[in-house]
């Protein structure tokens, strides 16, 4: 399939000579742009961030889109991710495009305490934007490459499930 007109292209560290400094800078000014200095919606809901604690003078949810790891305090920057800055934007505003695999996720674990996330999936990709679903607005929670096939089971099978129980028998 090829890529929809409406994704931006990777935002590469190779063009940034190599400098870790200024590539995350870059990248975290695309963010900015895209969900600090304007708003994104979702279904007529207003996006919204997880902003503390703020790390480096970024915000959390900046750092859960670029870096990986399940301490605050210890994540590690996921070059994938960053190359993906551009897209979770777009993604959101075309959920409903044929390429976005998009499904509510509720899950009782004692991380989510039944909290509703919304999974979008860009399943050509392999790239996924989770949103938690807060009534009257909704949160960017997290993005992510998929590099694991044991995820991207897991993730078919929760669409395929979703699919399931939305279609009459």
């Known amino acids: ?44 809901r207003v996006i919204t961030l997880k902003r503390h604690p703020l790390l ?19 994540r590690v920057p996921d070059i994938r991710r960053c190359e993906r800055i551009r897209w979770p934007r777009p993604m959101i505003e075309h959920h409903d495009d044929g390429s976005i695999r998009c499904w509510p996720n509720i899950r009782a674990t004692a991380r989510r305490r039944n909290e509703r996330r919304i999974v979008l999936w860009f399943y050509d990709e392999d790239y996924v934007v989770v949103l938690a679903d807060r009534g009257r607005y909704v949160l960017l929670w997290t993005a992510y490459y998929v590099s694991w096939g044991h995820t991207r089971r897991k993730l078919l099978r929760e669409y395929e499930d979703y699919q399931k129980r939305r279609t009459p028998p």
Do not use: Q
Not at 6 to 29: K, M, Q
Not at 56 to 74: A, L, M, Q, V, Y
């Open 1 to 44: 399939m090829t890529k929809p007109s409406w994704l931006p292209p990777l935002v590469c560290f190779s063009h940034f000579g190599g400098e870790w400094d200024r590539y995350i800078e870059a990248v975290y000014t695309y963010f900015k742009a895209d969900f600090i200095d304007s708003r994104a919606h979702f279904r007529n």
């Open 56 to 74: 480096g003078g970024k915000e959390t949810t900046f750092w859960h889109i670029t870096s990986e790891g399940e301490e605050e305090d210890k």
